[in-house]
């Protein structure tokens, strides 16, 4: 039952015990709401560290990305001075290909015949 508090009367003993459990209620909801503000608040920085984390990954990838697009076309320049030196050298009837056949071939004879 709800009685309106008159002016000159003191609130009755029921009264007073449930205004002292709305402040104890109080007080653990608002040590409560500091709880949740304190790991909001944790949570908004490791999000901050995970995005600088982030661009600084991002940052690699991009400096990563431009070496290996430096040494594919070191490789593509090289591989194709490489083949014209082979076509250059292979040309001639391959001459400098059977010299250097011949010359493995007479090593191979000269070994054979030091180990007999």
């Known amino acids: 039952m709800v009685r309106k508090q008159q002016k000159g009367v003191e609130p009755d003993e029921i009264e ?4 002292a459990r709305f402040k104890e209620k109080d007080a653990a909801m608002d040590l409560k709401a500091d709880i949740i503000a304190q790991k909001a608040e944790e949570w908004k920085k490791q999000a901050q560290a995970l995005g600088q984390k982030q661009d ?4 690699m990838v991009d400096m990563v990305d431009k070496e290996v697009q430096k040494t ?3 490789l593509v320049t090289q591989n194709t001075r490489l ?3 082979v076509a250059k050298y292979r040309a001639p009837n391959k001459f400098c290909l059977d010299v ?4 493995v071939l007479i ?7 030091g180990m007999v």
């Open 56 to 59: 600084q990954v991002v940052h």
């Open 72 to 74: 594919n076309k070191t």
């Open 16 to 19: 007073l015990q449930a205004m």
């Open 83 to 85: 083949k014209g030196i």
């Open 100 to 103: 250097a056949m011949v010359l």
């Open 107 to 113: 090593c191979l004879v000269t070994v054979i015949i």
